[in-house]
Nanobody, 116 residues
């Protein structure tokens, strides 16, 4: 079992920045990939960025150039640095990890609101 706790969400003005953190605990040795997803009101949950245990990141088009995902394996924590935020980035952001046995665990989410 892996437990995840996200933090760092909040209200930010358009063009601003925010850093999300997700700390994993439990069977962290089994974690392969860590990622961020988001779900905006009335929309389906979508991938934002993922990073493997080797540190290889992948981004969706909406995140490229503005968001940076990073991972501290010693702290079992994944971060999402979000810059140049837009109102359409408003969503609940969820952390997800996938183990080497392809089992997924989700955090409870943290709300990011981009508004003036």
């Amino acid at each position: 079992q892996v437990q995840l706790v996200e933090s760092g969400g909040g209200l930010v003005q358009p063009g601003g920045s925010l850093i999300l953190s997700c700390a994993a605990s439990g069977s962290t040795f089994s974690i392969y990939a860590m990622g961020w997803y988001r779900q905006a009101p009335g929309k389906e949950r979508e991938l934002v960025a993922i990073i493997t245990s080797a540190g290889s990141p992948n981004y969706t088009d909406s995140a490229k150039g503005r968001f940076t995902i990073s991972r501290d394996n010693a702290k079992n924590t994944v971060y999402l640095q979000m810059n140049s935020l837009k109102p359409e980035d408003t969503a609940v952001y969820y952390c997800k990890v996938r183990t080497f046995l392809a089992r997924d665990y989700w955090g409870k989410g943290t709300l990011v609101t981009v508004s003036s």
